[in-house]
């Protein structure tokens, strides 16, 4: 269940019902026994019990869609949560969550065509963003709990490449998304742990993957990681500065990008 590869990149091939079964399970299992009111500092104002809530909720949401199937944008995000009274149930809350998720993914086939708000018009586009949804968040609850954060390779290179594929229709949640233009500036993004190149244009009327691009494509700016690292910086939970990460040609625009492609 992978989006189709573009020319010049090999996606990762990851088992996104899989993977989101188990990045629940791993969610719920580190905030089983944690404070619901601790702080979650990647997430500003928000506590455990807010992250837990966010992302049952999403997985919730995201199934009503696949059940309906829908063909056009949704008009409300209203869905019966059954959320728990007390904080203390979210835990298993989140884990029947996806439950409900898997009961979704096995109803709607993944080359369904479905409205979906980024590139891939199919119903795998949902079970692609629930997982890393999921995932980032989990690591967010990690974080504030001070557990160091581990993250399969093979998904994290999947999880870059769905970040950078649908960034460029995310403005409608992420104003500051439409700033980056530009006037053919490349910035690449390179997995130093296994397969993993993106090349990103930016151009006069927005940005993209460049489907041309090979690894010997020369960029304006380049950073380097491993695909942990990597998927981590695109969601800001890294700074690009971090020492794990090297940096090469024009900083400026490695600045721009950054300040403007919060997701």
Not at 89 to 101: H, I, K, N, Q, T
Not at 130 to 146: I, K, Q, S
Request: some cysteine.
């Amino acid at each position: 269940m992978t989006t189709p590869p573009r020319p010049g990149h090999r996606p990762a091939q990851v088992d996104h019902p899989a993977a989101v079964a188990a990045e629940t399970a791993r969610f719920a299992a580190v905030v089983a026994a944690a404070d619901p009111a601790t702080p979650v500092p990647t997430c500003p104002g928000w506590t455990l019990a807010d992250l837990v809530r966010h992302a049952g909720s999403v997985q919730r949401w995201f199934s009503v869609l696949l059940h309906q199937r829908v063909q056009q944008p949704p008009r409300s995000r209203e869905v019966d949560l059954q959320l728990p009274a007390d904080p203390a149930g979210y835990p298993d809350w989140l884990a029947a969550s996806a439950e409900v998720a898997a009961t979704a993914f096995a109803a709607t086939g993944p080359d369904e065509p479905m409205y979906a708000w980024g590139a891939d018009q199919h119903a795998r586009f949902w079970a692609r963003r629930m997982l890393f949804e999921t995932l980032v968040h989990r690591v967010d609850a990690e974080l504030a709990l001070g557990v160091e954060p581990s993250i399969d390779p093979a998904t994290a290179a999947d999880g870059v490449d769905e970040f950078l594929v649908n960034l460029p229709f995310a403005t409608l949640f992420a104003p500051d998304v439409a700033k980056l233009r530009g006037a053919g500036e490349t910035i690449r993004f390179r997995r130093t742990d296994g397969d993993g190149d993106w090349l990103v244009r930016l151009r006069p009327d927005g940005f993209a993957l460049d489907p041309a691009a090979t690894s010997g494509t020369e960029a304006d700016a380049t950073v380097r990681g491993t695909a942990a690292d990597l998927l981590l910086l695109v969601y800001g939970r890294l700074p690009h500065r971090a020492e794990v990460f090297e940096l090469d040609g024009d900083q400026a625009l490695l600045d721009h990008w950054f300040a403007h492609s919060a997701f």
